[in-house]
């Protein structure tokens, strides 16, 4: 039995594989509309919700950033060009995803200050304390085993250090998660159709967001992998929360 309901929401239910393997087929799969899907599902919110993530993360001045599920960069991209750290690190298990990002740091002439390389979270690459900060930008949720994933990005911060974390939740206001219900069910499917993009990850999106630990039990998780503090901030009517911890 998985420790949340999350690690039990698969993007192919009838499919033998692991989620961990199935995540990485469905994002190989939607690489080429993931960044349009993005700004269609968020209403270009998305954009907005990691320059706050990142006006926090640069508050502790990182010299070096782990940003662990980069899909195609952006978070990334964005993060470098705020701070201007000494190096970035992405990791994500899609490598068309990679390849993506790495087409576009190139394009930014970014390649001499962030890598991106094939990662899974489970087991991370790099020693322990080895940077000075992690992200993790609508990611998390998609952990085969949420506390190991979280555990393993403690593992590698430095003391002291910190993890910014932006993912999607169910809005706890009844209006608003009235109008997100509506969002999710029948207008991102639509624009999935229109996009000729894999349908089945934009029914596991929903699912997958709906199942997520939220705010404080979130919170509790953190603290409990080895995170000090935990600071929590919703944004746009409640549908994007983020977590910023100190270690």
């Known amino acids: 039995m998985s420790d949340f309901k999350c690690e039990e929401v698969m993007p192919f239910e009838s499919s033998a594989s692991g989620k961990t393997q199935q995540i990485e087929q469905m994002f190989d799969d939607i690489a080429p509309h993931y960044d349009i899907m993005n700004r269609l599902m968020s209403l270009g919110q998305d954009k907005s919700w990691r320059q706050k993530a990142i006006k926090r993360l640069k508050q502790t001045n990182p010299n070096t950033i782990l940003d662990v599920a980069t899909g195609t960069a952006d978070f990334a991209l964005s993060a470098y060009d705020a701070i201007q750290p000494a190096r970035i690190v992405g990791v994500d298990i899609s490598e068309e995803m990679i390849r993506v990002g790495e087409k576009k740091v190139k394009a930014a002439k970014k390649s001499d200050f962030i890598d991106l390389m094939r990662a899974d979270s489970m087991d991370l690459p790099f020693d322990s304390q080895s940077f000075d900060a992690a992200t993790v930008a609508f990611g998390v949720r998609n952990f085969e085993s949420l506390e190991k994933g979280l555990t ?16 999607l939740s169910v809005p706890t206001n009844p209006f608003y998660r009235f109008g997100y219900r509506i969002f ?8 999935a159709k229109i996009l000729k993009t894999n349908s089945t990850a934009y029914s596991y999106l929903p699912e997958s967001i709906d199942a997520f630990p939220q705010g404080e039990v979130m919170k509790e998780l953190l603290l409990k992998v080895g995170f000090k503090s935990v600071e929590i901030r919703k944004y746009t009517m409640q549908t994007c929360t983020f977590y910023f911890a100190t270690k």
Not at 152 to 167: K, P, Q, Y
Not at 184 to 191: C, D, G, V
């Open 152 to 167: 393993e990005i403690c593992r590698v911060v430095r003391d002291g250090g910190s993890l910014a974390i932006l993912e």
């Open 184 to 191: 999710t069910k029948i207008f991102i499917p639509i624009m």
